[in-house]
């Protein structure tokens, strides 16, 4: 890819617990280009949220990022200054807005509190901005809306109030944290669409992380499969969904349900996603896999390239012998 807008590289992210390091993120890479969208998808446990707030630096007091570079247009944001970037060239949608949003501030006032912030206008046009973005992405009367706290809105709306504050400096990057759990399938469309469309009007690319492949194969054009902190997988959505390279891929897209295979029982992936004070050794996805050999076990295996635009690390591409 030329000239990613984010390029991360070998991100590792290390938290203390007990006296003890955890790395609930390791060795992940992957890169998003100018106006383009990835999806980063995987269980719960995956380490994709964690992979989120690295890249803007939003971490607690016990974490740090270990090693690794976070390229954003060429400046290195596991190093750099995050004030002038947060809102203003990076955007985040969080996954629960009534945790994320203030509970005792009005709407509108968070909404417009970045451009005020980064000096971007005057108050006054400040809010006439904020009202304008409640607005577009799909507020009816958004000046009496933006009077409102969190808690008189329902969860759809609270969404949209998230989205409008990302949004509205217009930043090059909006990284989305499963923006459309716990809404129900209209809402969910209608705040995918107002993604879609914000994305072609102010030209933002976007990072989409979510658990849900239905709404990976509607809007991304290239996919990471992350899991237990690792990246097993990565593939445009075509390859992804016609000939998924890893055995944990496989079991995300059976467990899928079909609209017209009403009789058969819903496939789920045996066991879950280990925590991080208890990676095994090797892949990681060995415990749960029905393919697994003893290499699998022991060595982590290496990412192999499938075809110019997937790749796949698992041990079953080198015959299940070391490369």
Avoid at 3 to 15: C, D, K, R, S
């Amino acid at each position: 890819m030329n000239n990613p807008l984010l390029q991360v590289e070998g991100l590792t992210t290390a938290f203390r617990a007990g006296g003890a390091l955890i790395r609930p993120v390791q060795d992940v890479s992957f890169s998003v280009a100018q106006g383009g969208a990835l999806g980063i998808v995987g269980e719960s446990g995956s380490g994709k949220s964690v992979t989120a707030l690295s890249i803007l630096r939003l971490l607690p007091d016990t974490a740090r990022i270990e090693t690794g570079r976070i390229l954003f247009d060429g400046t290195d944001l596991a190093t750099a200054g995050m004030t002038s970037v947060r809102g203003r060239d990076i955007g985040m949608v969080f996954q629960e807005p009534m945790t994320s949003l203030n509970p005792v501030l009005r709407v509108g006032d968070q909404v417009a509190e970045s451009l005020t912030l980064h000096n971007i206008c005057p108050p006054a046009e400040a809010r006439a901005r904020a009202i304008d973005m409640l607005r577009r992405v799909g507020l009816s009367d958004p000046e009496r809306r933006a009077q409102d706290y969190p808690h008189q809105m329902s969860g759809g709306m609270r969404q949209r109030v998230m989205i409008a504050g990302a949004l509205v400096c217009r930043p090059r990057l909006l990284i989305a944290d499963e923006p459309t759990t716990a809404l129900d399938v209209t809402i969910q469309a209608q705040i995918l669409d107002i993604l879609r469309r914000m994305r072609a009007e102010l030209g933002t690319a976007i990072v989409l992380i979510t658990h849900d492949l239905g709404v990976i194969a509607e809007f991304v054009e290239s996919v990471v499969v992350m899991y237990a902190g690792r990246v097993v997988e990565r593939a445009d959505v075509a390859s992804l969904f016609r000939n998924p390279g890893h055995p944990y891929t496989t079991g995300l897209l059976r467990a899928v349900p079909r609209l017209h295979d009403v009789q058969r029982r819903l496939y789920q992936i045996p066991g879950n996603v280990p925590p991080p004070t208890r990676f095994p050794p090797g892949c990681r996805f060995a415990p749960r896999c029905a393919e697994a050999r003893p290499i699998c076990t022991e060595h982590v295996p290496p990412e192999i390239a499938l075809s110019p635009s997937q790749s796949a690390a698992c041990w079953k591409h080198t015959g299940f012998a070391r490369p």
